[in-house]
């Protein structure tokens, strides 16, 4: 269920894991309230690192394009999946060994400052194969790694992320073509990006948080890779996942907070709480009934995802199947 606190976020925890795509930033674009928001955030306490999924952009990029964003940040205060899949890889082979690389130069950066020897052919007999996305990934790359993991190479992957965002819409992402080389193979490859929880685990470990906290707009990735290292989760409504995405979320991929944005670090955060069959927080009331959530009709913005969420949770975890038609869109304002 959802949880509260009675002071803001941003005090009550001492790291918070930012996604950035739909939480920091939206493409090119600023999200409005994005930057003060984390500024407040690190002035309450609360240290920032930046965490995703990307795999062929160097740490400094990202921080550059932040900074530019206004949002202050420096490469150490970035992870990505290149720098997850390099250090997971340390622990399936010997530092020095050789690796096949297929993607862009934030995974050969990464994968070199590991210290590892990084080739290009199947041929040089490399010990593994860690693949990221990088738009210069072509058939011939493919079939070196499926050639070094068909010889017994380890087989890794930056992330598993069917489709890939862009200005045009979606196009296929690193999974997609970790696909190809499984389905040349026959082998599933180890995943060092989100929903797993290594990444997550690996900055709570190099930082020395003590109470982290995972803040996202996907449920299928930032928040079940949350809910996969143990850590609770701020979903934020600015970016994929809906607030009636989270109404219907599985138990793994479930926040431990919501909030329309990311002014929802700076405030207290209460849980819905149960009377008479209905959940109420303020205003807002829901419940469920043979199957079907129903909504108070005061109950409006972000109060009245979180009812639903308790409400829906609640009876599914009970053994009840909740009809998803039943579940509005629910808008939450800005």
Same mark, same amino acid.
């Given at each position: 269920?959802?949880? @509260? =606190?009675? =002071? ?43 965490? =995703?999924?990307? !795999? ?18 420096? *490469? ?6 290149? #720098? ?17 690389? %297929? ?31 990088? /738009? ?11 050639? !070094?993991?068909?010889?017994? !190479? ?41 929903? #797993? ?26 928040? +079940? ?10 979903? %934020?409504?600015?970016?994929?996942? @809906?607030?009636?995405?989270? &109404? ?7 926040? *431990? ?26 205003? !807002? ?5 043979? +199957? ?6 005061? *109950? ?9 969420? @308790?409400?829906?949770?609640?009876? %599914? ?6 009809? /998803? =038609? ?5 808008? &939450?304002?800005?």
């Amino acid at each position: 269920m959802l949880l @509260s =606190t009675a =002071t803001p976020l941003a005090e009550a925890y001492d790291l918070a894991l930012v996604d950035l795509d739909g939480v920091a930033y939206r493409g090119h674009d600023s999200i409005p309230h994005a930057s003060d928001s984390l500024a407040e955030a690190r002035t309450r306490g609360m240290r920032l690192v930046f965490v =995703t999924n990307n !795999a062929s952009r160097e740490p400094e990029s990202v921080a550059d394009q932040l900074t530019g964003l206004g949002i202050a940040a420096t *490469s150490d205060e970035v992870m990505t999946a290149a #720098q997850a899949a390099a250090a997971l890889l340390l622990q399936h082979v010997e530092r020095g060994s050789r690796v096949l690389v %297929v993607g862009g130069a934030g995974l050969l950066t990464a994968v070199t400052a590991a210290g590892f020897e990084v080739v290009s052919s199947a041929d040089e007999e490399p010990v593994a194969v860690v693949q990221g996305f990088a /738009p210069t990934v072509g058939w011939r790359q493919l079939a070196e790694a499926a050639y !070094a993991i068909g010889r017994g !190479a380890l087989h890794m992957a930056s992330n598993l992320d069917l489709s890939l965002p862009t200005e045009r819409g979606l196009a296929p992402g690193n999974g997609s073509l970790v696909g190809a080389v499984r389905s040349a193979t026959g082998i599933t490859p180890i995943s060092a990006g989100k929903p #797993q929880p290594d990444m997550y685990r690996l900055v709570v470990e190099r930082s020395g948080a003590r109470s982290p906290l995972v803040v996202g707009d996907r449920l299928d990735t930032d928040l +079940g890779g949350a809910v996969a290292a143990g850590y609770p989760g701020l979903h %934020v409504l600015t970016g994929v996942s @809906s607030a009636r995405d989270a &109404v219907l979320a599985p138990a793994t991929e479930r926040p *431990s907070y919501l909030a329309a944005d990311l002014r929802g670090l700076l405030e207290p955060h209460e849980a819905p709480s149960e009377r008479a069959g209905w959940w109420t927080l303020g205003e !807002a009331a829901a419940r469920v009934v043979d +199957g079907r959530l129903e909504l108070d009709d005061r *109950s409006a913005g972000v109060d009245a995802a979180r009812v639903a969420c @308790s409400a829906v949770w609640q009876a %599914v975890d009970a053994g009840t199947d909740v009809e /998803p =038609t039943s579940v509005p869109e629910l808008a &939450v304002g800005g």
